[in-house]
């Protein structure tokens, strides 16, 4: 089996675009939630959200191919091509058949969707646009990426709601592992902050309410939380094979080992009460990295601000650590980008790889008041030096979806 590194990364978030500003924001415990600001939210029950600002497409592609996506797949392509800089591949003199993508959305292009069925509802069908269809499919991230830079390899998306990202990222580990191929582009995208996204979490009650206090509405953990905050952007890795890496001079951040993916097999949108699914690919991801449990350092946790999340993800802890559990550094980084949905474990994990690569664990922001339910290290308020081998990056979404990956510090 081939060993896989990551070699590039690129991030498209609400607290800073490309790796450096996220990074910083991170360990300062920036948050980027405020008020809504691309639709008038005066009849919501949540007002608030975590938009990606100052973010031009532009910058990225051309403006003409740029007008032809949804949101979702610009800062696809956008948060690709931070990466392909970063880890300063030469595309030009590499095998593009051999070079592929797998990025993940939940929901796909919702701000296109909502626009065309307006023009349907009150202009007729006949100003429907032909681009409609292929700004709206998923799959559409993806293949834009695949042809913005002429790469022939793999090229799929992957839905598995706010788990997403994270399979993308451990299906891609998957491919270069068994040899079919020598680079992939993965991670997740989401542009999925518009009135009938936000109005369907608003109608579940899954959203925080905090409106007059945007910057603490998320807390994951923490006795008070009262629900998720909506997020978008993108994280996007580029994952190589170690020989192909090493051959180029490439820097590596660090190398996956582990993988794991499960199904709750229980309910639409809550966890399995006894965390099992949850605590199976944590241990399928160590497993295949062939440690044992107590190497594990730092575990990025979804961590969605919401009652049964926080309380199960932290018993799924518990069942797999057991007495090591409260040794781990564990955060949610969510408490200052708001949840992300199917782009969130490409941010997360460049936030675990980053942990790894800098010795520094991001907070938890927001964690006042404790949780009996809720009892582990979840790195409250303030990041933490720390020197990490093992970080884990979990992902939980709706329909029962668990994804874990495992990450280790590159050593030759």
């Excluded at 099992?276 to 295949?288: D, H, L, V």
């Excluded at 797999?320 to 997360?348: P, Q, R, W, Y």
């Excluded at 936030?351 to 664990?361: M, P």
Aim: glycine share 10%; proline share 3%.
């Amino acid at each position: 089996m081939k060993r896989v590194v990551i070699t590039g990364l690129g991030a498209i978030t609400p607290i800073g675009i490309g790796k450096d500003k996220y990074w910083d924001s991170l360990i300062n415990g920036r948050s980027g939630i405020g008020q809504i600001s691309r639709f008038d939210t005066s009849e919501f029950t949540s007002k608030i959200g975590a938009e990606v600002k100052d973010f031009e497409a532009s910058d990225y592609m051309d403006r003409k191919e740029a007008r032809r996506m949804d949101r979702f797949s610009q800062f696809a392509v956008a948060a690709s091509k931070l990466a392909f800089d970063d880890s300063k591949i030469d595309l030009e003199n590499t095998n593009l058949d051999r070079v592929g993508v797998v990025v993940g959305a939940g929901i796909g292009g919702m701000e296109t969707l909502e626009k065309e069925f307006d023009k349907l509802k009150n202009r007729g069908p006949n100003r429907v646009s032909p681009l409609f269809i292929p700004m709206m499919i998923s799959n559409m991230a993806p293949g834009q990426i695949s042809m913005a830079f002429g790469l022939r390899g793999t090229s799929m998306a992957i839905t598995t709601a706010c788990a997403s990202a994270t399979h993308a990222i451990g299906e891609s580990f998957r491919m270069i592992k068994e040899g079919k191929i020598d680079v992939i582009v993965t991670g997740g995208t989401e542009a999925a902050i518009t009135p009938i996204a936000v109005a369907g979490f608003c109608s579940m009650k899954a959203l925080s309410t905090r409106n007059d206090d945007p910057l603490s509405a998320s807390r994951p953990f923490d006795k008070e939380r009262d629900g998720f905050v909506m997020g978008e952007g993108a994280g996007i890795l580029i994952l190589e094979e170690l020989d192909h890496a090493l051959a180029r001079g490439a820097d590596i951040y660090g190398e996956m080992v582990g993988y794991g993916s499960t199904s709750d097999a229980f309910h639409i949108t809550q966890p399995d009460p006894e965390a099992k699914g949850a605590g199976r690919a944590m241990e399928m991801a160590i497993e295949e990295a062939d440690i044992e449990a107590d190497k594990v350092e730092y575990i990025n946790a979804h961590g969605t601000s919401t009652y049964f999340n926080d309380k199960l993800e932290t018993l799924a802890i518990k069942n797999v650590f057991g007495d090591h559990a409260k040794d781990i550094n564990i955060s949610s980084t969510k408490s200052m980008t708001g949840h992300l949905l199917g782009a969130a474990g490409g941010i997360e994990a460049i936030a675990a790889i980053l942990a790894i690569k800098e010795g520094t664990i991001p907070p938890t922001i927001n964690y006042e008041n404790p949780d009996e339910e809720c009892d582990l290290n979840y790195t409250p308020n303030k990041a933490v030096k720390r020197d990490v081998n093992y970080a884990l990056s979990n992902s939980l979404g709706f329909g029962g979806h668990n994804a874990s990956i495992l990450i280790k510090k590159y050593t030759q």
